[in-house]
């Protein structure tokens, strides 16, 4: 299929364009460029064996959206596109809700005027809440976030799921637990602007000089060795879970469907702490600090679905993310170069 990749510039949306070209699909790369750098396009190249179309856009934009696929044949969305930073979100609010929602409505206008009803969306098992039952669990509900970021995640996959009943479309909701990582090759990877909200960045960070110590956001909760626990998953896995969704929309048994992307096995704070250490050979100093207000002890998704009805699972371990983060960030101690 020819796939429109939405945020494909980014971490996680360029991890999926290597999975989709090589599961033989062609890909069309939009991105405003607003958190990735172009210098990833022809690193993406290279490693694709093939050119790559894309184009920057702001997908808020709705007539810009729609000559996009007045000018481009379609098949299908993968929809990564939006503003990602949970702390952030909390001071910008509306900025969340206009970017992330408006986005998706200008995407499923355009869709439906050039007839495109394939459509896998980048969600987070943050819509489960703060008080969902451990493993968690698809058919869970009340969906619930803590955060503006969490609720447009809730809101776009009740849009999604009301459009994909009411106009023929077929939608895979995919919720992330915690992506990291890098592609083996070390070329391409995270590179977070500015001081990393999130563990593994800013580990590999520290590894490699950038950042003086780590803080543990506490120590003290109800955990096997008191740091939070987290479902890790290596991103060129969660790439090839997006792969798998889209191959199966049109056989789905219902117009839209919620998968966990998750491994089902949680790590903690030291432990990745730990397999970074010996991934990298380097020592990760870190300080214990106070707990960061909305963390949850402990979550980890339960990984069934995508494995029945999918055919998909995760298959790369803790120290092979640690490897391949170290790999990309060794090689990129600044991340991608800005020209
Ligand atoms: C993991 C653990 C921290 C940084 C977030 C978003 C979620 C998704 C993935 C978008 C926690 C601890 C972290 C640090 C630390 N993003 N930590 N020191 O919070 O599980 O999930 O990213 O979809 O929506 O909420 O991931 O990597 O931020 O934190 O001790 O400098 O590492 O307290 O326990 P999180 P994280």
Known sequence: MRVLVAGGAGYIGSHTVLSLVADGHEVVIADDFSNAKPTVLPRLEELAGTTLTSHRIDLTDRVATDRLFATERLDAVIHFAGLKAVGESAEKPLAYYDTNLSSTFSLLAAMRAHD???????????????????????????????????????????????VAHAEGFRVA??????PVGAHESGTIGEDPQGIPNNLMPFIAQVAVGRRERLTVFGADYPTLDGTCRRDYIHVADLADGHVAALDHLDQMSAPVRAFNLGSGEPSSVLEMIAAFERASGRQIPYDVGPRRAGDLAEFWGDPARAATELGWRTSRSIDDMCADTWRWQSANPHGYPDA
């Open 173 to 178: 909701l995919l919720r992330y637990f915690n």
């Open 116 to 162: 495109v009803r394939r459509f896998v969306f980048s969600s987070s098992a943050t819509v489960y809440g703060d008080s969902a039952p451990v493993p968690y669990h698809e058919d869970y509900r009340p969906l619930d976030a803590s955060s503006p970021y969490g609720s447009t995640k809730v809101m776009i996959e009740r849009v999604l799921s009301d």
